[in-house]
């Protein structure tokens, strides 16, 4: 036979990790959830001793868009319990935020049995990039989506007088902020997609034109106007986000890593 017979597959040279149980799968997840868990309570917990000046932060981006349009920044409450449930969503938010790595930490070691061990490398690209993301998400949501997302809002009923209550605000703003930072997680998924043979690149590029309209979709769903243009803040980060991941699904899809490995040994 001749020697350049061709290569097998580089995945099949790699050591398989043992097979795990579907109840062993469950109770890996169940593991990784209490940990979490334990985790954002004690992020919760640090951070309760700061949520005035937290909330500083959280409602700035009503207060400017309220005295943009000259009307008094004050937000009101209806219940005597709502200022204190804020209180408990504000400090959640920012525990979330805080333990990020960790959690996502968590992840990635329920993630990782299913892996071959040349790819639990990836270890330190994923946490760097997940967490990247995530963050990425919650300050594009403050900096950019919800401040025109509100000065739209306000701006448009500005003949009337708002009472704007504090539950409200805050339950808008964890969900933008949150959302994104979801979102921006996008290439990530497409990673482990790729690399598990789910998706191709090919597959995703033919498919542009279908993913940009479901991305519209999504963003005129999650987008708290009516006005095309916060829609397109919504939309424009997840259509950027689609075309990194086309090129992620290149890097790391298997038929493409077999092509690479076939060159490399010509």
């Known amino acids: 036979m001749s020697d350049t017979a061709e290569l097998p597959p580089p ?7 043992p097979a795990m149980s579907f109840l062993e799968h469950l109770e890996e997840l169940r593991k990784r959830i209490i940990y979490s868990l334990i985790a954002v309570m004690v992020g919760f917990f640090a951070c309760w001793n700061y949520h005035q000046f ?33 209180y408990l969503k504000v400090a959640f ?6 333990t990020s790595p960790f959690v996502l930490y968590q992840v990635w070691l329920f993630i990782s049995p299913g892996l071959y061990r040349n790819e639990k490398r990836y270890v330190l690209p994923f946490m760097f990039s997940t967490v990247f993301l995530f963050l990425g998400g919650g300050l594009f949501a403050y900096k950019m989506v919800y401040p025109a997302a509100l000065n739209f809002l306000i701006d448009y009923g500005k003949q009337f007088q708002p009472m704007i209550t504090i539950g409200e605000y805050t339950d808008l703003f964890l969900t933008i902020m949150l959302g994104m930072g979801v979102i921006f997680e996008m290439p990530i998924l497409v990673f482990f997609l790729s690399m ?3 998706v191709s690149p090919r597959w995703m590029w033919h498919n542009v034109r279908y993913s940009i309209l479901v991305i519209f979709i999504i963003a005129a769903i ?5 006005d095309i243009l916060n829609m ?5 980060p997840m259509v950027g986000l ?7 699904a290149w890097m790391v899809h298997p038929a493409q890593r077999r092509a690479r490995q076939a060159r490399k040994g010509q």
């Open 11 to 17: 995945d099949s040279l790699q050591d398989p990790m």
């Open 232 to 236: 397109c803040l919504f939309a424009a």
């Open 196 to 198: 598990m043979g789910i």
């Open 93 to 98: 938010l920012a525990g979330l935020f805080v």
């Open 242 to 248: 689609y075309i990194l991941s086309i090129g992620v």
């Open 222 to 226: 999650l987008t708290p106007t009516t």
């Open 54 to 86: 937290i909330f500083r932060y959280v409602q700035r981006p009503v207060m400017d868009a309220l005295q943009r349009n000259g009307m008094a920044e004050k937000l009101v409450y209806l219940n005597p319990t709502e200022p204190f449930n804020l």
